[in-house]
């Protein structure tokens, strides 16, 4: 008793409470990026120069004379997603099992319990330790090679570098991890609870579904695309895409023309 009452009157510390609002706050960035990464990626399959645009885009192209545009500036980018990915690996790895006597019992809870959502969590685990290997190699590669998004040179990466296994990993992972996660915000800080919260709970559910249903097919149906375009790019490694490569020949041509021909009437 004694004890209990020298422990009852320390303050009790917000540390936690500050490290599960951090952890919330970085998981949620990165849940709400990967699903705009996605899209990103996604619009190959509306054609190479649909990709292409927007990795340019993404580079400032448009404010360049030469339109060749500023990979230092896709360089930041990556280096504030990857400090915001190891800041939330931290955070999430104190509430890791970190020895099998944990783990174990753990499981047996669980088995125990049959609760969804305690299954969902451990799915977390799982592809987060994962992910903290394999993102951490994307993320790397993104950073050192900033200037290297393309149709062409992502496809080549993919296929000719022998990186699609890697990438197809990290798809599964990244889009249960990223979605679970969203959810489980939503549940944690009582988001979209409504009047009644069952029923509230029901529908996130679903919605989880079909969003990690909808990504994952968006994410394998460009794997496939990019797949496909670095096969049959696999003699031309290393080389830039370069859209509408014909059009601008015949418009600098009809430049040319032009010019020749105003020069001939200002002669007579």
């Given at each position: 008793m004694?004890?209990?009452?020298?422990?009852?009157?320390?303050?009790?510390?917000?540390?936690?409470?500050?490290?599960?609002?951090?952890?919330?706050?970085?998981?949620?960035?990165?849940?709400?990026?990967?699903?705009?990464?996605?899209?990103?990626v996604?619009?190959?399959?509306?054609?190479?120069?649909?990709?292409?645009?927007?990795?340019?885009?993404?580079?400032?192209?448009?404010?360049?004379?030469?339109?060749?545009?500023?990979?230092?500036?896709?360089?930041?980018?990556?280096?504030?997603?990857?400090?915001?990915?190891?800041?939330h690996?931290?955070?999430?790895?104190?509430?890791?099992?970190?020895?099998?006597?944990?783990?174990?019992?753990?499981?047996?809870?669980?088995?125990?319990?049959?609760?969804?959502?305690?299954?969902?969590?451990?799915?977390?685990?799982?592809?987060?330790?994962?992910?903290?290997?394999?993102?951490?190699?994307?993320?790397?590669?993104?950073?050192?090679?900033?200037?290297?998004?393309?149709?062409?040179?992502?496809?080549?990466?993919?296929?000719?570098?022998?990186?699609?296994p890697?990438?197809?990993?990290?798809l599964?992972?990244?889009e249960?991890?990223?979605?679970?996660?969203?959810?489980?915000?939503?549940?944690?800080?009582?988001?979209?609870?409504?009047?009644?919260?069952?029923?509230?709970?029901?529908?996130?559910?679903?919605?989880?579904?079909?969003?990690?249903?909808?990504?994952?097919?968006?994410?394998?149906?460009?794997?496939?695309?990019?797949?496909?375009?670095?096969?049959?790019?696999?003699?031309?490694?290393?080389?830039?895409?370069?859209?509408?490569?014909?059009?601008g020949?015949?418009?600098?041509?009809?430049?040319?023309?032009?010019?020749?021909?105003?020069?001939?009437?200002?002669?007579?």
């Open positions: 004694e004890s209990y009452i020298i422990e009852s009157k320390k303050k009790k510390s917000r540390l936690p409470a500050r490290l599960d609002f951090a952890q919330s706050a970085t998981g949620l960035f990165l849940g709400l990026f990967m699903w705009a990464h996605m899209f990103l996604g619009s190959i399959l509306l054609g190479k120069g649909t990709f292409h645009f927007i990795a340019k885009t993404m580079e400032f192209a448009f404010l360049s004379d030469s339109g060749q545009g500023y990979p230092i500036a896709v360089f930041f980018a990556v280096a504030g997603v990857f400090t915001m990915f190891i800041i690996a931290l955070l999430g790895v104190r509430k890791f099992p970190i020895t099998w006597k944990q783990h174990r019992i753990m499981r047996d809870q669980m088995q125990m319990m049959d609760h969804q959502d305690t299954n969902l969590w451990y799915i977390q685990v799982i592809t987060g330790f994962i992910m903290f290997f394999a993102g951490s190699i994307h993320l790397y590669i993104m950073l050192t090679h900033p200037g290297d998004i393309g149709p062409y040179l992502s496809a080549d990466r993919i296929v000719s570098g022998n990186m699609w890697l990438y197809l990993i990290l599964v992972c990244v249960l991890h990223g979605t679970i996660g969203l959810y489980r915000l939503c549940m944690k800080w009582g988001w979209f609870s409504g009047k009644d919260a069952v029923k509230s709970r029901e529908n996130l559910k679903k919605l989880k579904n079909r969003l990690t249903i909808f990504f994952l097919s968006l994410g394998f149906l460009a794997l496939v695309v990019f797949i496909v375009i670095g096969i049959n790019h696999k003699d031309s490694v290393g080389e830039r895409y370069q859209k509408d490569g014909a059009m020949a015949v418009i600098e041509e009809t430049h040319q023309g032009q010019e020749t021909q105003a020069i001939e009437e200002t002669k007579e």
